[in-house]
């Protein structure tokens, strides 16, 4: 079982940045895979971004190529999101999700077994 908690969420302008954290618990963080998602009022919930285990690789999806990126510590058991030049379009709910190391990166949120609570970004214009 892996239990994780997001923060950092808030109301932004737009052009400004904001970093999200999640905290797992439990002693093999590192065994997991760690992705974002986000889900935006009447929208399905949508990739973002992902971590390998190790660190060493990482997705996005092309929305966010140029101005997120993702980041982890394992010895802090953490995984950050960094969010640059936000635009109103990234208003959502965030949701960290883990998923057991399993070879590639997965961007559907069904291979996510592990759940945070979700920390709204809302981006003004």
């Known amino acids: 079982q892996v239990q994780l908690v997001e923060s950092g969420g808030g109301l932004v302008q737009a052009g400004g940045s904001l970093r999200l954290s999640c905290a797992a618990s439990?002693?093999?963080?590192?065994?997991?895979?760690m992705g974002w998602f986000r889900q935006a009022p009447g929208k399905e919930r949508e990739f973002v971004a992902a971590i390998s285990g190790s660190g060493g690789s990482t997705a996005f999806i092309d929305s966010v190529k140029d101005r997120f990126t993702i980041s982890r510590d394992n010895a802090k058991n953490t995984v950050y999101l960094q969010m640059n030049s936000l635009k109103p379009e990234d208003t959502a709910v965030y949701y960290c999700?883990?998923?057991?190391?399993?070879?590639?990166?997965?961007?559907?949120?069904?291979?996510?077994?592990?759940w945070g609570q979700g920390t709204q970004v809302t981006v003004s214009s």
């Open positions: 999700a883990a998923r057991r190391w399993a070879g590639v990166l997965s961007t559907n949120f069904l291979d996510y077994a592990y």
């Open positions: 439990g002693r093999t963080f590192s065994s997991y895979h």
